[in-house]
């Protein structure tokens, strides 16, 4: 047999693979319930490792991990990633496991192994067709930096640094009057009463 | 067309952080009517009181005025904040009970 010929048959079996997984994938649905497969997350995790250029890969952190600036980037944490990563960073809230792919458990090696760059250049680029959005001004990203140092924290958050970050997790207008309501009521208050909206 | 299309559909993860505002969480609000190892009962404190049984679980937290505290420490008659989540059989379980005196909280959060 020809090498042409050998080239040609290759390339047909791999269209024909192509195209039996692509129907087996259409086939199976779109739900962001699932989980990815082990082939599209090993290529996922590639493509990504591939698309982030050396030098970031290996750019240093301008800052320590001071407790002055762990406390500021636990609080940005809380306010900016908690909603879909949690406060301890284990992705295991309503948002978190329904994004497809879920979001990780940064606590963990597949995180933690990644450089400080890689970390960096993830916040500050996001990853497209996920959840994860980009982060921060193009030239003006010392907060994504500090939430690198955070990150590395993670897996030593104590109990006290995870119950101080609610304060800081976003909440809209009515929690906010829900909560208070329930507080009024523990307090004794006869029965909860509307508040007045402040702003309209 | 096309592609207006495909970016609505990759958009919609998006929209759904608007759906989960209370984090699936239902708040129950009331007074203890009864209490037993595996449940708690409560009668709403809303215009239209309803009781509602809601299951304790092992992996119930208890709060009392802002710190740790067990289900012995729950007597009837207390007013408490349950917040629960529905199970697969639609019934409540609870993952938080909160009562006692709060603590002061800053205004601003």
């Known amino acids: 047999m020809k090498l042409h010929t050998k080239v040609l048959l290759l390339l047909l ?18 739900s962001a319930r699932d989980n990815p497969s082990a082939p599209e997350e090993f290529a996922a995790r590639a493509i990504r490792s591939l698309s982030i250029p050396a030098a970031a890969k290996r750019a240093a952190n301008p800052f320590q991990a001071t407790p002055e600036i762990l406390t500021q980037a636990r609080e940005h944490f809380a306010d900016h990633c908690a909603t879909c990563h949690a406060n301890n960073g284990s992705g295991k809230n309503e948002i978190g496991q329904n994004l497809y792919p879920k979001a990780p458990d940064m606590r963990l090696p597949q995180t933690q192994n990644l450089t400080d760059g890689e970390i960096y250049y993830i916040i500050h680029n996001g990853v497209r067709l996920t959840g994860m959005p980009a982060w921060g001004e193009a ?43 329930e507080e009024e009521f523990l307090n004794g208050e006869d029965s909860p009463k509307k508040k007045q909206n402040q702003t309209r | 067309m096309k592609i207006r299309i495909t970016m609505l559909l990759l958009s919609a993860p998006l929209l759904a952080v608007l759906a989960f505002a209370h984090n699936g969480m239902e708040h129950v609000m009331g007074t ?27 992996s119930t937290k208890f709060v009392k005025s802002g710190g740790d505290a067990s289900s012995k420490d729950l007597k009837v008659g207390d007013r408490v904040m349950v917040e629960a989540k529905e199970n697969s059989s639609n019934k409540l379980e609870a993952v938080t009970v909160t009562f006692g005196k709060q603590p002061p909280h800053d205004a601003n959060k």
């Open chain 2, 32 to 58: 203890v009517k009864t209490i037993s190892e595996n449940s708690v009962t409560v009668q709403t404190a809303a215009q239209d009181p309803k009781i509602i049984t809601v299951a304790l679980l092992p």
């Open chain 1, 13 to 30: 079996a791999a269209v024909i693979g192509a195209t039996g997984y692509a129907t087996v994938l259409v086939r199976s649905g779109f």
């Open chain 1, 139 to 181: 030239d003006h990203d010392r907060d994504s930096w500090k939430l690198v140092l955070f990150i590395r924290h993670l897996p030593q958050l104590t109990p006290q640094e995870e119950k101080d970050m609610e304060r800081f997790n976003p909440t809209s207008e009515i929690d906010r009057e829900e909560k208070q309501q």
